[in-house]
């Protein structure tokens, strides 16, 4: 269970990795008037995410229930994270016909796809962790 949790994490960081990357490259650090993901919102989720893939990548290897039980208490926040996120993100979905591309927010060019598998891999590595860890 520990390796599956560890695929879907990687997985997840991946699509993670790219929609940060998008944001980034279309300004969304500079767009603060526009963009509604404020930067200590990005940054938090990429931090405690990548903070939680370290550990789990470390536990793995060396097999510590303390590792594990941190990686899993890390997600708590980095879920909470990505749900507001998303909520934030769907308004600007929802209204990427009304307004040009261009003109919009920099998470507006985030593709859906990226953004659900990312959400869809997310919840797999949540539930994955835990069952790892409690089954420890």
């Known amino acids: ?3 599956a949790a560890l695929v879907t994490w990687l997985l997840t960081a991946g699509g ?3 929609l940060l990357y998008t944001w980034i490259s279309h300004g969304g650090p500079r767009n603060r008037n526009t963009s509604r ?6 940054f938090g989720h990429f931090g405690l995410a990548a903070t939680g893939l370290v550990l789990w990548i470390i536990y793995v290897i060396v097999d510590s229930d ?8 890390l997600l708590l926040p980095v879920a909470l994270l990505g749900l507001t996120m998303f909520a934030r993100w769907l308004p600007t979905y929802r209204a990427r016909t ?21 959400g869809v891999l997310a ?14």
């Open 37 to 42: 993901f404020p930067p200590a919102l990005i």
């Open 98 to 118: 009304s307004v040009a591309v261009a003109d919009g927010p920099a998470e507006r060019h985030f593709p859906v796809v990226t953004v659900g598998a990312h």
């Open 1 to 3: 269970m520990e390796i």
């Open 16 to 18: 993670g990795f790219y």
């Open 123 to 136: 919840i797999t590595t949540v539930v994955l962790v835990l069952i790892a860890v409690l089954q420890g």
């Open 66 to 73: 303390a590792l594990a039980w941190i990686a899993l208490i």
